[in-house]
């Protein structure tokens, strides 16, 4: 008889394992989430270090608005793309090309596809989860 395991102790270590590696899997999520693609420390198209106040990212430009935090460099492609949706652009820079185009289209399309997936009900019963469990991310 001593040789019995109490099945309903290893269930429960086991659920339990699982709803650790659960937990865990919900706030690097979040994580990825917020703190990797939404810094606001870095450029958000190459990621290089920004040290100047959000509120300094001012462009000069201002029939062209910034819906990103880039560096002056990204700021620079990204006006110069907006330009170019509008049929204007900087012909100097010729490798700005089509490839370069649809680099940055399809970037703003991820963008915009982050921003929608923030929005959503299962992300946002996610981050609710989390603050229930006292986890925030």
């Known amino acids: ?19 650790a590696l659960l937990r865990k899997r919900k706030i690097v999520a979040v994580q990825k989430v917020m703190q990797c693609t939404r810094c606001s420390q870095k450029c958000e198209k190459c990621g290089i270090h920004i040290t100047q106040p959000p509120e300094a990212n001012v462009h000069h430009d201002h029939s062209v608005g910034c819906l990103y935090r880039l560096c002056d ?14 049929g204007g652009g900087d ?47």
């Open 73 to 86: 460099s990204c700021t620079d492609e990204y006006l110069d793309f907006i330009h170019r949706l509008k």
């Open 1 to 19: 008889m001593a040789d019995i395991i109490p099945l309903d102790a290893k269930l429960q270590l086991s659920q339990s394992k699982k709803d």
């Open 91 to 137: 012909s100097a820079c010729y490798w700005r090309n089509d490839a370069w185009f649809e680099s940055w289209r399809r970037w703003i399309d991820y963008q915009a596809a982050m921003d929608r997936y923030v929005k959503t009900p299962e992300f946002s019963r996610l981050i609710q989860e989390l603050r229930q469990t006292g986890m925030d991310a």
